[in-house]
């Protein structure tokens, strides 16, 4: 027979309505000073835009915001999965950047995984403003309508083949989606006017044209020997890729997409040395963004 039954039922101080309204308690005080402290964060958030110490530029930091999460799953213990961790920060790394001035993100409609990436990046603070496609959305990015486009990842072919089509530096890819993931779950970048912000460690995205406009020869380019001279180029210029190499024929071209390891901006000396390798194609960086964490373990919540 078990042992409550042979106690007096409100004797004990170990009564389990007792035990449980004992640990809620603990629970509501540590609700509070949680909340005391997301409240105190706000305000320094607050404090910041209106300082304006970051003059006019877009109040979104994805470098900053993949230093933070990086910094916190280092230190993380304890039974909370790690995925819950992220989300809720997530959550208040968005809403603080929706605080600091109206966020609207562009997406392709009817394309549910960038819709689903785009809500678990940007959570319930951002409005989502849906386009015809992923041109679109970057038309309404570049008109100053939306403050980010939320793409699907790039492939050779279809609405994925944006990135042959991308007018950077104006325009530059920024993030990849999801930043951190335990299980297989939504993918997809982000593109803003703003350009990339480093967090420490990156990869950059390469677009490489080969033949335009008519240039027979070039145009004409098979796709080995266009993934051979990416290769060579990318290795004399002392850079590492992080991916398979893209190739995409469009607009009278062969273009191809490499990721490579570090943060490749405009002014950066590799890419000299990549167009004296090549110097009849066109090189681009195309930005770069946080090399995404991805979680040895399996743990509950799989990821944002
Ligand atoms: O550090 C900044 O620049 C902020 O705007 C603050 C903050 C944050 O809440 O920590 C908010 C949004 C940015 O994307 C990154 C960080």
């Known amino acids: ?99 600091q001035g109206g966020f609207s993100v562009a997406l392709p409609e009817g394309d549910a995984e960038v819709y689903k990436a785009a809500r678990a990046r940007f959570g319930a603070m951002a409005a989502p403003d849906l386009r015809a496609g992923p041109e679109a959305a970057l038309a309404a990015l570049a008109e100053g309508v939306a403050q980010a486009a939320v793409l699907p990842v790039p492939a050779a072919e279809g609405a994925s083949a944006w990135w042959a089509g991308l007018d950077a ?50 145009g004409a380019a098979g796709a080995d020997e266009a993934l051979r001279a990416v290769a060579g180029a990318l290795r004399d210029a002392g850079l590492r890729p992080s991916a398979p190499t893209l190739l995409s024929r469009q607009h009278d071209a062969l273009w191809a997409l490499a990721e490579v390891e570090g943060a490749v901006a405009a002014d950066d000396a590799r890419l000299s040395a990549l167009r004296a390798r090549l110097p009849s194609n066109r090189v681009r960086p195309l930005g770069f963004y946080a090399t995404p964490i991805e979680a040895a373990a399996p743990d509950a919540g799989g990821g944002e």
């Open 169 to 218: 530096p104006r325009l530059q890819v920024v993030a990849r989606l999801p930043f951190y993931a335990v299980a297989p779950v939504p993918r997809a970048m982000v593109v803003t006017r703003d350009g990339p912000d480093p967090s420490g460690d990156d990869r950059t995205l390469l677009r490489f044209a080969f033949g335009h406009g008519g240039d027979g020869a070039a």
């Open 1 to 99: 027979m078990p042992e409550r039954m042979t106690a007096a039922p409100d004797a004990s101080p170990a009564a389990p309505e007792d035990a449980l309204a004992a640990l809620r308690g603990e629970i509501d005080a540590l609700d509070d000073a949680l909340h005391d402290l997301v409240m105190r964060r706000a305000d320094v958030v607050a404090r910041m835009a209106a300082s304006r110490v970051k003059g006019d530029a877009s109040s979104f930091r994805p470098g900053r915001e993949a230093t933070i999460l990086r910094r916190l799953l280092a230190r993380h213990s304890g039974p909370l999965p790690p995925a819950a961790l992220a989300r809720l920060w997530r959550e208040i790394l968005s809403a603080s950047n929706a605080m």
